[in-house]
Structure formats: C-alpha cells, structure tokens
C-alpha cells in the first residue's frame, strides 16, 4: 500500500494491482485468525451474568453457545461452499484493469475461513465432555456435517442427479421439517412485532456470555430463513462477502499493527520522559504531563487498548510512587487513554464511516478539534482539583525531591519526541493533504512506525512477529463480529427494519435536537451491556439517515450532518469506555 502511494506520486504510475492484492491478504489473514481466536477463547461476549454464574451453569452456557455456533456456521459454510464453486468454475474476475481473480478468491477464503472456525469450534465441543457416549456422539454430529458439506459440494461439481444428489435429498427432507418459516410466517407479521422478537432474541443471546459474533450471525441467519426459506441464505453470505471487499477497512489492522509495533518499541517510555516539560512547576504537572502523552499517542495509533495499556505501565507507577491521588490517577490515564477514540486516526471513525457510508477523512477533520478541547479540558480540571485540595498531587518541587533529581530534556527524548512528531505528520498529513487515503496513510504509518523503532535500536525480528501475531490476534476478535453485525444488518433492512426504525423516529412528535438526544439516550443505554462495534454496526445504518433528513431542521448540509452526528457517536462511544457497569478502559488499566 504504502508502494502505492511512492508510485503514484513520486514515479506518476498509479497501480491497480495494489489494492486487490492487499484486500485479498487482509480477508484471508481475518479468515485464518478464526480458528485461532476460538482456540484460545478470545471472542468478545458479554460476560457481566456469565462471570457469576455456578460452574454447573457455565457448562450449560459454554455448550448452548457452541451449539448455536455450530449450527450457524454449518448453515453459513453450507451456503458460501455452493457461492465459492460457482465463482471457481467460472473463473470470477474483478473486472479491473489488473483483473485478478479477486472475487474468487475472497469468496473461496469466506468458505474456508468459516469452516476452520466451524471446525475449532466442534473440537471444543468435544473437548467439552468427557464420558465417552457423549463424545461418540458429538463424533456422529461431526460426520452427518461433513457429510453435508461434501455432498453439497459434490452436487455443485458433478452436477445434478447421482449420490450426492440423493444425499442432498435427505437433508432436504429433514430441513424442511425444521425450517422457520414453515410454522412462523414472519412475512406476514407487522414489522414491529417481528422487530420485538428480533429484538429479545438478540439480547438473551448476549447475555448468556456467547461471543457477540455469533450471536448477530445465527439471528441474521435464523431471520433470511424465517423471511426467505433456505433460500435466504445467500443475501446472509453475500453481506459477508461484500465486507470483505470493503477496502477502507484494511486501515484497522494496519492501524493495529502501528500501535503494536511502537507499543513493543518503548516509544511511550520515552515520550513520558520527554513530555516532562509540559509538567513545569504546576500542581499536578504529572497528570497534565500523562494527558499530553496520552494526545500523542492517540494522534500515532488510534487504539484505545493498547494506549491505555502503555500508559499504565508507564505513568500509573510514576504517579502513585509521586504521591498522587490513587483515584485521580486511575481517572487521568482512562479518560486520556480513551481519546484515541475521538483524536485521528480513530478505529471507531473508522467503523463509522463504513456503516455510514461517509468519507473517513471528513471524520478525522471533523474530530481533531474536539478531541483536542476534550484533553484541554480534562487538564483544566486536573489543574483546578489539585489546587483546591493540594493533597491530590505534589508541586514540581516536590516532585523533584521525590526522585532526587530535576527532570531534564536529552537529545534522546528531543529525538524520540521529534519522530513522534514525524510519524503524527506522515499519517494524518498525508490525509489532510489528500496525498493518500485512510487506508494508505496507515500503511505509511506502519512503515513511520518501523522507522521510528529502528531509530530506537530497538526494531528486530522478534519484535515484528509479535506485532504481527499480536494484530491478527487483535483484529481476529472484531472481524467476525462485523461480519455477523454486517449480516444482521443487511438482513433487517431488507425486512424493512431501517424504514420501520426512521419512522419511529419521526412519530416522536419532537424537534430534530429532541430526536438526537433520544439518539444518545440509547447509545448510552445500549453502552452499559453492548460492545461498541455491535453498537455501531446495528445503530449507525438507522441513525445515520435519519440525522440526514433532519439536516435542514439542524441547520447543516445533508452531506455533513452525518459527520456531525458521527462526532456525537464517537463521544458517546467513549462515555462507554469509561462508564460502569463494564467501563472496558478500566479492565485494560
């Protein structure tokens, strides 16, 4: 990506071949990190009921969602296999000027992603038990799938008539019995009705502890058969496709990885360090100097896990060993740990800007300045406690007579601030500038990252691997839930959902500012037991056109009230970072 841009620019030779072969590395690296991910049970689930529950209930859960895992991805494998054949056999093309067989591809990667996951996922089952007859069980379960899945393929290779045929045939009969829409006529039901059922069944899911992921793809599945029969299964695999080919979400990984690499290069020790200038011989100068790190930390990754992490490990210990207030400190580094959430580059904008379907670069313009007063405020009221009550945090002097030394400015720290600087510069003035997309600055900023632990002595091998296993591993937990969210969504709007959702909203009988604010009530409702990414791939598609159509009552352009609004999201996203009942921020710290 990064080659893409020194081309176009430097040797005026854009390429074509770039983007495809970087989308189809990013798909089938997020396809192959599912297996892994569900290895080591690292999917997103909310865990709030799960964590109290018995050892016995836990059971039950564990193996209610594996069951429901396996069925979904059962379904989902058994439609994308017949999507994956067809586009082999007839050699499907991108169409583009390079006309690589990138569709082909990405779908062959969806089918075998969903398998391995599929696969990982019956051998916890099995593991799950442990008297033999339950596991000769699980064992004849495993071979009436496979079975499944060969047959289905065989048909679609062979072609019709033969034992596949006849095998298929079988399961035909016996789905029929069990298929939804024979005994539910979903079609038939007012949409607020069936939006209710949805609704319900989508919390209850949640809240057994079952990974959000597979909770949006089994109700996206169960709804396309409820609405459309069997049938319906292609509109669930052809969402999941389409986000694959979704180039601007190569930007997260690559964002993921930059935070990874200069999280593992010590880069925040050393800003620390050199950030004390700003600390002078103010009150609480540690803190302000915490939340001016914080800034530019934000500024280089756009994470907000790995930045809350760096910044306990670096200036939590400072701060309790300093004197400091334990629960102003702790309140110091989430709150400025989450402005990577509204401070460009921003995962969260990202997202955004993909359910919104508006400009990502308008969104990181749109919220540089407010991230920015969100810091200078939280120092103002860092600087306004500790003066009136000085027991909350020790002077500079003191500070100094703390750790036996004053706190000078090297040429080390001078350097390692300078190539912040620089790596700030290379990725979001490249964005500004319109010399690169999203997706390509954050690949000059993996590449600025690199430079940048290089420059350290701190850059190896080693250190990449981990980065690179430490991002599949990172993205591998969300990419799943978008693809199960993306569905559901692509799904319930079909249904007619987002209609049914806009003129809820515009029966309120209130102003365009009430309906925002009814808007945000939810999200911070929605906030206290959903993760964000569900939030927003559910919320944004039926939010987001309607601040549209209430552009002119706001008082903004229809094509900037959505990035309006996406400010007020992403605020909103950061009062769940730190909120109770979970407050994600603080299980990072």
Request: hydrophobic residues 60%; aromatic residues 12%; charged residues 10%.
């Amino acid at each position: 990506t990064a080659y893409e841009v020194i081309s176009r620019y430097v040797f005026d030779s854009p390429t074509q071949w770039v983007f495809e072969v970087v989308m189809v590395l990013c798909a089938t690296a997020w396809m192959l990190s599912a297996a892994y991910i569900t290895l080591h049970n690292r999917h997103i689930g909310i865990t709030v009921f799960y964590i109290i529950a018995s050892d016995r209930t836990k059971w039950w859960l564990d193996l209610f969602a594996m069951s429901v895992g396996i069925l979904a991805l059962w379904l989902l494998v058994d439609d994308t296999a017949i999507r994956a054949i067809e586009s082999v056999m007839m050699t499907e093309r991108a169409g583009s000027a390079f006309n690589s067989p990138a569709p082909l591809i990405l779908k062959s990667m969806l089918c075998i992603g969903a398998f391995l996951y599929l696969t990982q996922l019956y051998i916890n089952l099995y593991r799950h038990f442990q008297s033999s007859f339950a596991k000769s069980i699980i064992l004849a379960i495993g071979a009436i799938i496979l079975l499944r899945i060969i047959a289905v393929m065989g048909e679609h290779l062979l072609g019709i008539g033969g034992l596949f045929s006849s095998i298929n045939g079988v399961y035909g009969s016996v789905g029929a019995v069990v298929d939804p829409s024979v005994y539910v006529n979903m079609r038939d039901m007012d949409i607020s009705i069936a939006s209710l059922i949805i609704v319900a069944m989508m919390l209850t899911l949640m809240m057994t502890g079952m990974p959000l992921g597979v909770v949006t793809l089994f109700v996206s599945i169960l709804s396309a058969l409820a609405y459309f029969g069997y049938g319906g299964l292609y509109l669930v695999s052809t969402n999941a496709f389409g986000l694959l080919e979704k180039y601007p979400l190569v930007a997260v990984p690559l964002f993921v990885l930059m935070a990874s690499i200069l999280e593992r290069a010590g880069i925040a020790e050393d800003l620390f360090d050199a950030m004390s200038l700003f600390a002078g011989k103010l009150r609480g100068g540690v803190a302000i100097q915490t939340i001016a790190v914080a800034v530019v930390l934000a500024a280089m990754s756009g994470v907000m896990g790995g930045e809350i992490v760096m910044l306990g490990l670096v200036a939590l210990p400072q701060m309790l060993r300093l004197g400091y207030d334990r629960k102003m400190s702790i309140g110091v580094i989430c709150a400025s740990g989450a402005l990577a959430t509204l401070i460009p580059p921003s995962i969260i904008m990202i997202i955004y800007g993909l359910s919104a379907q508006v400009a990502i670069g308008d969104l990181f313009m749109a919220g540089a300045v407010p991230g920015l007063m969100l810091a200078a405020f939280y120092a103002i009221y860092v600087l306004i406690r500790c003066n009136l009550n000085p027991s909350l945090a020790p002077t500079a002097e003191e500070v100094a007579g703390v750790r036996g030394k004053e706190m000078k400015m090297s040429r080390e720290k001078f350097y390692a601030v300078m190539l912040c600087i620089f790596l700030i510069f290379c990725v979001m003035g490249s964005i500004y500038a319109g010399i690169a997309s999203v997706t390509e600055a954050a690949a000059v900023g993996v590449i600025g990252a690199i430079f940048v632990a290089a420059m350290r002595n701190s850059f190896s091998w080693s250190l990449l691997q981990k980065a690179l296993a430490g991002t599949m591993s990172t993205v591998g937990t969300i990419i799943w839930l978008i693809l199960g969210a993306v569905a559901f969504v692509g799904i319930y709007n079909l249904i007619g959902g987002a209609d049914f959702m806009r003129s809820l909203f515009s029966g309120l009988g209130l102003p365009a500012i009430g309906i925002v604010f009814v808007m945000m009530a939810i999200l911070v409702i929605l906030g206290t037991f959903m993760e964000w990414i569900a939030i927003a791939f559910i919320t944004v598609p039926v939010f987001a056109p309607v601040i549209t159509s209430l552009a002119p009552e706001l008082g903004l352009e229809p094509e900037w009230a959505a990035v309006w609004f996406g400010v007020l999201f992403v605020m909103n996203i950061q009062i769940y970072f730190l909120s109770p009942p979970f407050g994600p921020a603080c299980f990072w710290l």
